[in-house]
C-alpha cells in the first residue's frame, strides 16, 4: 500500500500508532489542568440518546483549511468526544501525522473525567512514532497523546495545527465516521481570487455558508454512526464524504481538479517520466521473452517476472508517496512498491510494442465513487494491459471492452497468488482510474464470473457399524478459493499446515483424526491447489435401537444467519461469486440399509442458488451439493430473500439419512 489513500490511510495508520504509543508515557497531567472555554461548554450541554452500539459520540469535528496568496496551505483541526461505554476508552489515545512536507505547529489535548476533574497536554507531552511495520519505509511520522481519567462519562478534546504543503489543492472531508457525530463542520478560507467546487458523495448535497470574504462553511448536525455489521460493505464506500477543490490562475499548481481527467492528469504528470530503460533491462526483456511464440506469452512472461521477481517494498518520502521510482531503479534493486511494480511493467512492456497503462484502483470495492472525483480516494496501483489483435480473451477473465481503448485486461502485480488474466476480489465490479497520454478515464473492473472461483469437495468415505466414519477427501481450488487457501498456508511450516486440516475437521465433527495430508499446487499459482487428507471420526452417526442417523453433509457449511438477527442497516458483501460442490459417498455398513432418504433441496434467490441430491447404489450413499454465488451484493430489500434462502440451505445441511438393520 502507498501514501495513494492519503487521509483514508492515515485514519487507519493511525489507529497503528495509537496502539504502538499505547505503551509510552506522557507528562503526567495535573487535577486542576484548564481546559479551553469551547471545550467545557460542549461538555455541560445535554444530549440525546445513542445507539447500544457506539462506544462514544463525537460532539464536534472540525476542520478549517487556509490557503495563503502563495499557494501555502495551513489546517486546523478540532475534535471533541464523550465516551459513552467501556469500548470508548481507546479514544484517550488520539494524534496527527506529519511527513517533509507537513510540519505540525502545535498540538494540544484535554480531557474531563467523569467526575469534573479537568486535565491538560500540551505539545511537549506528544510521542513520536513510525505507523509502518515490514515493507514499508516512509517519512510519515506519528503525533501522539493520551489523555488521563478517561473513563465511561469522561470527555475528550483535542486540536493542532498543520502546515502543508499540497501536492494538489483537493480536500476529502469525511464527515460520517464509525462512532454518531453531533456537529461536523467544515470551512475554507480562500484568497479573494481563488475559486472552488465541491461534490458530495452518499450524502444529500449540502450548500455552503458564506462566513465573510472568501471563506465558506459546511455544517452537518446529528450524523449517525456507520455501525459494523457482519460480511457488510467497505466501509469507505458507505462514508458520507466531501471533496472540495481550489484553485487559481495567480499560482502555477493550483490548476483546476474537479474531473476524473483532471485527477489522471494530475497523477500522470507524476509518473509519465518514470517510465526510463536501461541496457540491463532490455536484455532480461530479450531473455524473458525469446523463447515466446507469440504476443501474448510475451506479455504473460513480462507479468510474471515483475509478480514475482521483484519484491514489495515501499520506500515513500514525500512526494514519492504518490510518484513511482524510476523503473530502471526499480528493476536494478529488484523491488518497489505497487506503484513501482505497476510502472515497471507498463515499461517492459512498451519495450515489447504492447500498449499498458498504469491504473489508480482502491483495494476495497465501492470506496471509488464515480460522483466523486478525487485523488485522494486511491490507495493501490495495477496495470491495464491493452490486449494485441487477435488474442483470445475468453480465459482473459480480467478483460473489458473499452469504448475509447478497446479491449483492456486489468492485472495487479502486486498481488502474486492471483493469475494471469484474473483480479483479486476487491477490485472485482470496482472502478478504476486507466492513466494515458491524453488524461484518463474511469473504467469499471470486471465481474470474474462464478466457475473461476471453484471449489470441489470430493469425499470417498465409509461407515462402521460402531457409527464411526473413516475414508479420504480431495479438495480441488481454482481462482479465489486457491489464493485463500495459499494466503493461509504457503508459508507455514508443515506443523501448521497439519493444524490447519486438524482445525477444519474439528469443525464438522466430534472426534476427528486425522491420518493423511497432502497439499500440491501450492506455490504453482496458475494453477488449481489440491488439498488431500484421511480422517478417522469416532461417534460420527448416532444409534436409536436398530436405527442409525447419518447426516450425508460431512464437511463444509454454507448456511448463515446473517438476516436472522437484527434488521440490517447494510447490503450483505460477498466477496466473489463462486461455485462450491461437494461429491460425497458413504459405504454404509455391513447389516444395515437405507430406510428413509432426505428430499433433494433447491432454493434459489437472485444472488444465488443452492441444489442438493441424495441416492443410494449397491449400498453406498451418495450425496451431491453445489452452492452457487451469482451476485456480490443483496441489498437491504432482499433480507428476507436471504433469509429463506439460507434457512433452506441450513435444512438440507441438518437433513439425516434413517438406516436401519436388516434381519
Known amino acids: 500500500m502507498s501514501k495513494l489513500s492519503s487521509r483514508w490511510a492515515i485514519r487507519n495508520l493511525l489507529l497503528v500508532a495509537v496502539f504502538c504509543c499505547a505503551v509510552f508515557s506522557t507528562r503526567p497531567a495535573r487535577a486542576g489542568d484548564s481546559v479551553p472555554d469551547w471545550f467545557r461548554q460542549l461538555a455541560q450541554a445535554p444530549l440525546p440518546n445513542y445507539p447500544e452500539e457506539a462506544d462514544a459520540v463525537v460532539l464536534l469535528d472540525d476542520e478549517t483549511v487556509t490557503v495563503t496568496d502563495k499557494g501555502e496551505m495551513y489546517v486546523n483541526y478540532r475534535r471533541v468526544m464523550k465516551i459513552l461505554r467501556p469500548g470508548g476508552k481507546e479514544l484517550a489515545t488520539f494524534g496527527t501525522y506529519f511527513d517533509k512536507d507537513t510540519k505540525v505547529e502545535s498540538f494540544h489535548g484535554w480531557s474531563i473525567s467523569a467526575k469534573g476533574q479537568e486535565f491538560e497536554l500540551k505539545d511537549k507531552d506528544a510521542v513520536e512514532s513510525s505507523p509502518y511495520n515490514d515493507g514499508v519505509f516512509s517519512d510519515i511520522h506519528f503525533k501522539v497523546m493520551t489523555a488521563p481519567a478517561v473513563e465511561v462519562g469522561a470527555y475528550v478534546a483535542y486540536e493542532w495545527q498543520q502546515r502543508c504543503r499540497p501536492y494538489a489543492f483537493s480536500q476529502r472531508w469525511w464527515f460520517q465516521e464509525r462512532l454518531p457525530v453531533k456537529v461536523a463542520r467544515f470551512s475554507i478560507q480562500l484568497p479573494s481570487d481563488w475559486e472552488y467546487q465541491y461534490r458530495f458523495g452518499n450524502w444529500t448535497e449540502k450548500k455552503p455558508e458564506n462566513t465573510g470574504g472568501n471563506n465558506w462553511r459546511w455544517e452537518i448536525d446529528d450524523v449517525p454512526g456507520i455501525e459494523r455489521e457482519a460480511d457488510m460493505p467497505a466501509a469507505g464506500s458507505l462514508e458520507g464524504l466531501m471533496v472540495v477543490s481550489f484553485y487559481s490562475s495567480s499560482v502555477a499548481q493550483a490548476a483546476r481538479i474537479s474531473t476524473w481527467n483532471d485527477v489522471a492528469k494530475w497523477a500522470n504528470s507524476l509518473n509519465v517520466s518514470r517510465r526510463n530503460v536501461t541496457p540491463k533491462m532490455q536484455a532480461e526483456i530479450s531473455q524473458l521473452t525469446a523463447s515466446k511464440a507469440d504476443t501474448l506469452e510475451k506479455v504473460r512472461a513480462l507479468a510474471y517476472y515483475v509478480q514475482h521477481q521483484i519484491r514489495y517494498v515501499a520506500i515513500e518520502i514525500g512526494i514519492g508517496g504518490y510518484q513511482a521510482h524510476m523503473a530502471g531503479d526499480t528493476f536494478a534493486n529488484s523491488y518497489g512498491d505497487c506503484k513501482d511494480k505497476a510502472s515497471l511493467l507498463v515499461t517492459m512492456l512498451h519495450e515489447i510494442g504492447v500498449e499498458a497503462y498504469l491504473v489508480l484502483v482502491d483495494s476495497h470495492r465501492g470506496v471509488v465513487n464515480p460522483a466523486v472525483p478525487t485523488p485522494w480516494t486511491f490507495n493501490h496501483a495495477i496495470v491495464a494491459i491493452r490486449v494485441p489483435k487477435n488474442v483470445e480473451t475468453a480465459t482473459l477473465y480480467a478483460t473489458v471492452d473499452d469504448p475509447k481503448l478497446g479491449p483492456i485486461m486489468f492485472f495487479d502485480p502486486t498481488s502474486e497468488m492471483t493469475p494471469f488474466g ?242
Open 422 to 663: 484474473m483480479l483479486p476480489a476487491g477490485e472485482q465490479n470496482s472502478y478504476a482510474l486507466v492513466l494515458t497520454d491524453n488524461g484518463g478515464e474511469l473504467v469499471k473492473m470486471p465481474l470474474l464470473p462464478p466457475p473461476v472461483n471453484r471449489l470441489l469437495r470430493v469425499a470417498h468415505l465409509e461407515l462402521t457399524p460402531e457409527g464411526n466414519l473413516q475414508g479420504e477427501v480431495e479438495e480441488i481450488r481454482s481462482g479465489h478459493e486457491a489464493s485463500l487457501m495459499r494466503a493461509e498456508l504457503l508459508n507455514e511450516n508443515r506443523d501448521k499446515q497439519v493444524k490447519h486440516f486438524e482445525s477444519f475437521l474439528a469443525e464438522f465433527l466430534d472426534h476427528p483424526r486425522l491420518t493423511y495430508a497432502n497439499i500440491s499446487g501450492l506455490d504453482k499459482y496458475d494453477e488449481p491447489l489440491v488439498l488431500r487428507y484421511k480422517f478417522v471420526a469416532t461417534d460420527y452417526a448416532k444409534t436409536a435401537g436398530d436405527l442409525m442417523l447419518v447426516r450425508p453433509r460431512v464437511l463444509g457449511i454454507k448456511s448463515n444467519d446473517l438476516a436472522e438477527n437484527k434488521k440490517r442497516k447494510y447490503p450483505v458483501q460477498y466477496a466473489t461469486t463462486s461455485i462450491q460442490s461437494d461429491l460425497v459417498d458413504i459405504k454404509l455398513p455391513a447389516g444395515y440399509k437405507v430406510d428413509e432418504l432426505p428430499e433433494a433441496a433447491n432454493v434459489t434467490a437472485p444472488f444465488a442458488e443452492y441444489k442438493s441430491k441424495f441416492e443410494t447404489k449397491d449400498n453406498v450413499l451418495y450425496y451431491n451439493r453445489s452452492y452457487t454465488v451469482k451476485d456480490l451484493s443483496v441489498p437491504v430489500d432482499q433480507m428476507g430473500e436471504l433469509r429463506t434462502f439460507m434457512r433452506g440451505v441450513a435444512a438440507d445441511e441438518r437433513n439425516t439419512a434413517v438406516l436401519k438393520k436388516t434381519p
